[in-house]
């Protein structure tokens, strides 16, 4: 797991950005009303971060097209986004936000 940030420092509706390293696709992190969820940054349609998108429940909405992500599976729920994005296991240890990057396809593990 990877530590993110303190918790009090990604209050509820704020999302951030990370990248683990130079090798690692970026991260989106969510705080919503529902929990913490974390998924590929860029949407899966084009070149966009889903960190700045909208939050609304456990959907974000893509700021470029407005394709519309269930947090909870990385799935599309509209067009213009067809292929999912990928989702990250997200927890909180002694008050710091911690990220486990699933392994990509093809990657050694
Ligand atoms: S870049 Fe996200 S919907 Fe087009």
Known sequence: MFPVCHIEDLPV???VRIRIDDTTPAIAVFHTEDGLYAVDDTCSHQDASLSEGWV?????????H????????????????RRPVRTH???????????RPAVREGAVA
């Open 13 to 15: 509706g704020a999302s």
């Open 56 to 64: 609304e429940g456990c959907f974000v909405e893509c700021p470029l």
């Open 66 to 81: 407005a394709a519309l992500f269930d947090l909870r599976t990385g799935a599309p729920t509209c067009l213009p986004a």
């Open 89 to 99: 296991e997200v927890g909180v240890l002694d008050g710091t936000v911690h990220v």
